[in-house]
């Protein structure tokens, strides 16, 4: 799997230039996938959301024509996939979506898998399975859906999002993933086409500073088109480039005057900076990475909860102090004790069924010595409080005092 990284993960030795990455680091796209897993590979379950709608979900290939792509200059658009998750009427003929689709699957197997210490063919990665029916009609009680945007880690696909976004749409959200491309390790697109990441492997710190603001911003750019493309689909058009039938019931679904965003690393960096920048965003979410852009020199006046690994800290991680200190909104610290950053993606649910069966696993480097099922059901039930109380007005005490409840979770004044 993919390993979501920052540059306070990453290696800042000498390397390739920006200019020559933005150029030579792509590999040509995939057109097919190969054979399936082995049938002894490990298979891997999702946790199944709580809420009480079921939920259906829909993926969509958004084009921005009005701007070049910063990470493959040669190309005079921005292309984006994107999935809709929301609550669903009953619809047991459909399929169940998987997490990832089979060519993304088959490239984190062969590739970015390595990055766990797992080799190909030992987890049969397009076997997981989401609890999202592909296309179902959307449900006819939700009522206006407040939206949530999600943004994943740096080099991360949307697809580690999924135990979170399912959580929120069966609790009567709707919830947008969005894969930032060339900046996932590989992102799948209509038609069998695969494109692999173009983000150099080893910059510099001065190369890399460069970098970090041409890769906000481009983020910070798709959300809000992201944006635009809801408005469409809420006014019953149909934003998908190749015209794919969107579920029944999305038409008026959608309370675009109660929008939030959450993100995972630099995604939460991401979620900042839209939140500065896009008054239509009401409400922001960073889990656990380090910020970035304007946002640290001005912080936010509209409600941010920080979600803090074991070790994160306002004096150790990038943006957080000067961030805080310049919010002048509704602001919660949360530290999850026994978590480590990557604990805040999917890969909290992954790695335990992974290292059970290969016992040579670091599990605790990527995901801590919280219990797994305590840190998601935390997790949960504090992304949806702070959505609940921002866009919804429903009261919690979760941020006002310590948690019997979840007693994993310290709030840091």
């Known amino acids: 799997m993919a390993v979501p990284k920052t540059p306070r993960t990453r290696s800042a030795v000498a390397g390739a230039a920006i200019a020559a990455a933005f150029v030579t680091l792509a590999a040509a796209p995939a057109t097919a996938a190969p054979d399936g897993a082995p049938a002894d590979a ?32 040669s190309q005079p658009y921005r292309e984006l996939m994107v999935s809709l998750w929301y609550p ?57 859906l ?12 949307r697809a580690l999002g999924t135990v979170l976004v399912e959580e929120l749409a069966s609790r009567g959200y709707l919830v947008v993933t969005v894969d930032h491309t060339y900046q996932p390790d590989q992102v799948e697109f209509p038609g069998g086409r695969l494109e692999k990441g173009r983000l150099p492997q080893s910059p510099d710190e001065k190369e890399w500073a460069k970098l970090i603001k ?39 679904a959608l309370d675009l005057s109660r ?11 991401t979620a900042a900076q839209l939140l500065h920048d896009d008054r239509r965003v009401d409400a922001g979410i960073n889990m656990d990475g380090s910020l970035y852009g304007s946002v640290t020199d001005t912080g936010v006046t509209r409600p941010f909860l920080q979600m803090a690994s074991n070790g994160s800290t306002r004096d150790g991680v990038h943006g957080w102090k000067s961030f805080w200190e310049r919010s002048t909104g509704w602001k919660r610290e949360a530290r999850f004790t026994g978590t480590e950053h990557l604990s805040f993606c999917d890969l909290q649910a992954m790695v335990p069924p992974i ?37 919804r007005g429903r009261r919690t005490h979760l941020f006002d005092a310590p948690s019997k409840e979840y007693p994993e979770v310290k709030l840091v004044p």
């Open 88 to 144: 669903a009427r009953k619809a047991a003929d459909l399929p169940l979506a998987p997490q990832m689709p089979p060519l993304a699957a088959a490239d984190v197997d062969t590739d970015t898998a390595a990055d766990l210490g797992v080799k190909p063919g030992q987890v049969d990665w397009a076997a997981t399975m989401t609890h999202a029916r592909v296309g179902a009609p959307v449900a006819a009680t939700a009522g206006g």
């Open 42 to 73: 490990i298979k891997i379950s999702l946790p199944a959301p709580t809420g009480g709608h079921r939920i259906g979900t829909v993926a969509l290939h958004l084009v921005d024509r009005s701007r070049s792509d910063s990470l493959r200059p």
């Open 355 to 391: 290292a059970a069966e290969l016992k040579d696993l670091p599990a605790t480097e990527f995901i801590g010595t919280i219990d797994p099922k305590r840190s998601i059901a935390a997790q949960r039930a504090y992304v949806t409080a702070f959505f609940d109380l921002h866009l």
């Open 259 to 269: 929008v939030g965003m959450f993100g995972h690393s630099f995604g939460g960096a």
């Open 214 to 252: 041409v890769l906000l911003d481009t983020r910070t750019a798709d959300m809000e088109f992201v944006l635009d493309q809801l408005g469409r689909v809420d006014r019953g058009q149909n934003p998908d480039a190749e015209h794919r039938t969107l579920p029944s019931g999305l038409r008026g």
């Open 146 to 157: 407040p939206v949530v945007l999600y943004s994943p880690g740096l080099d991360g696909p």
